[in-house]
C-alpha cells in the first residue's frame, strides 16, 4: 500500500506563495498518477492538480496559470508550488496516488490578512 505524507502547510498572506511537498513509500516512477485535492469544512474535495509518469499534467480551473505541480522522481516526492494565493484557496491539501487510491492525512493551508 503507497503511503503518502504531505508537508509545507501554513498561514500565508493574500498574493503570497506556498510550497507544499508529498513523500511517496513507493517508488515514484512506478506510479503512474499523483494528484493534489484540497477540502473545506463542509464540501467535497476539489481537484487542484495532476501530474502523470510521462510528465503530463493537468489543473482545475480555478488554479490554472497559479499553482505548478512537479514531481521529482529522484527524490520520491510530488510538490504543488502556490503563486498569487487567494482566500478562496484555503483548505486541507491531500495528496492522492490516483489508481492505487492512496490518500495522505492532509495539509492545512490558510490565506488570510
Known amino acids: 500500500q503507497v503511503q503518502l505524507v504531505e508537508s509545507g502547510g501554513d498561514l500565508v498572506h493574500p498574493g503570497g506563495s506556498l510550497t507544499l511537498s508529498c513523500a511517496v513509500s513507493e517508488r515514484i516512477k512506478l506510479i503512474e498518477a499523483l494528484a493534489w485535492f484540497r477540502q473545506t469544512p463542509g464540501n467535497e474535495r476539489e481537484f487542484v492538480a495532476q501530474i502523470n509518469r510521462d510528465g503530463n499534467a493537468d489543473y482545475g480551473s480555478s488554479v490554472l496559470g497559479r499553482f505548478i505541480i512537479f514531481r521529482h522522481d529522484a527524490e520520491n516526492k510530488m510538490t504543488l508550488e502556490m503563486n498569487r494565493l487567494v482566500p478562496e484557496d484555503t483548505g486541507v491539501y491531500y495528496c492522492?496516488?490516483?489508481?492505487?487510491?492512496?490518500w495522505g492525512r492532509g495539509t492545512q493551508v490558510t490565506v488570510s490578512s
Open positions: 492522492n496516488a490516483v489508481l492505487e487510491a492512496a
